[in-house]
């Protein structure tokens, strides 16, 4: 009976889990339990394009770098690095070539003027160095003996006839009969093919050396200064010598301001050059094109004065149809800073 009491226990339906225990749907897993798609997984949660990495978390254009995207003018290509700009004498040499203008734009100003002032300073040493070793030359003993009796003292000149020195390329005119010589009287004697020109008034003494030109007001030596022929063969050299440092000094001062009112003017061609060619550059830029732009051409006008056997001078108009050009061609190169429009707003932004 045990046994039987124990086989029946064994084998109660209530033990072993009846029909809706051990074959209900309910039990096994329904469909919703075992295939349902929100068990395995929607479509929103399988494929679901922000589950999976909408373009803002894969990255779109703004997080994988556009043109804006840290470059602009200050780092070309997009790069994390911002590419270097150039050294003094990069700058020079880029300046040749319009491809490598969008190297110069990114010159901070300090160096750009650091650039300027050095390259003028260049130039004015060289023009002084060549104006000292042609005043070497000069035998001052002999040349006293060649002037007439003449003095200058309490700031004008006294002397009783004219004196004219004419030989090669040196012209010296001496008369009390005019007040002063001007710029305009020594350049055209220049045009006529005179490298040294040296005009003295009653009042004024006129320099033209290798197209630069200096002049000195006599008052402005003092009343007690006194020259004569005898002072010119003995003190005149030293004299010379203080009179062409000074008057180089203030011409370099005056070629750096000069540099940069020029490269000014230069803006406004350049500004105009980009809006003609639908190029959105920053002023900022255009300015450093322009002041880059003229390294070419004053490099030109330097090299011609230096040489002296050659007398060939480069008209002003000229210069500046040529400078404008080599612009046009630099900006054309340089990076476009026009804004990236924005994408379209759709569904899927939603």
Not at 284 to 294: D, I, P, Q, S
Request: charge should be negative; proline fraction near 4%.
């Amino acid at each position: 009976m045990d046994n039987q009491n124990n086989q029946q226990t064994n084998t109660d339906p209530c033990q072993q889990g009846n029909y809706y225990q051990q074959n209900n749907a309910y039990q096994q897993g329904n469909a919703y339990q075992q295939n349902s798609v929100y068990q395995q997984g929607s479509p929103y949660q399988q494929n679901n394009a922000y589950q999976q990495g909408n373009p803002y978390q894969q990255g779109n254009t703004y997080q994988q770098g556009n043109v804006y995207g840290g470059n602009g003018y200050g780092n070309y290509g997009g790069s994390s690095e911002p590419q270097k700009a150039p050294n003094i004498f990069q700058q020079f040499a880029f300046s040749f070539v319009p491809n490598l203008y969008d190297r110069l734009v990114k010159v901070k100003t300090g160096s750009m003027i650091g650039f300027v002032t050095l390259l003028v300073l260049l130039a004015t040493l060289l023009s002084f160095v060549s104006v000292v070793a042609e005043f070497a030359s000069v035998d001052m003993e002999e040349l006293a003996a060649q002037l007439p009796e003449f003095k200058l003292t309490g700031g004008r000149l006294y002397m009783e006839e004219d004196f004219l020195y004419d030989e090669g390329n040196i012209l010296v005119y001496m008369t009390e009969d005019i007040d002063g010589f001007t710029y305009d009287d020594a350049d055209e004697l220049g045009d006529e093919g005179y490298q040294d020109v040296l005009l003295v008034g009653r009042d004024r003494i006129s320099i033209m050396q290798n197209g630069e030109y200096q002049q000195l007001d006599f008052s402005d030596l003092g009343d007690s200064f006194e020259i004569s022929r005898e002072w010119i063969a003995t003190k005149l050299a030293p004299f010379i010598m203080v009179v062409l440092v000074l008057g180089y000094i203030v011409f370099f001062l005056w070629r750096v301001l000069w540099y940069f009112l020029c490269a000014a003017v230069y803006l406004l061609f350049a500004m105009l050059i980009a809006s003609v060619m639908n190029r959105h550059v920053p002023g900022e830029a255009l300015f450093r094109t322009a002041v880059y732009a003229k390294v070419l051409m004053f490099v030109v006008v330097t090299f011609l004065d230096l040489i002296p056997f050659v007398d060939i001078s480069v008209p002003f108009l000229l210069r500046v149809v040529i400078t404008t050009v080599f612009m046009g061609f630099a900006i054309a190169k340089l990076p476009d800073n026009r804004p990236t429009p924005a994408p379209m707003m759709g569904q899927g932004w939603q």
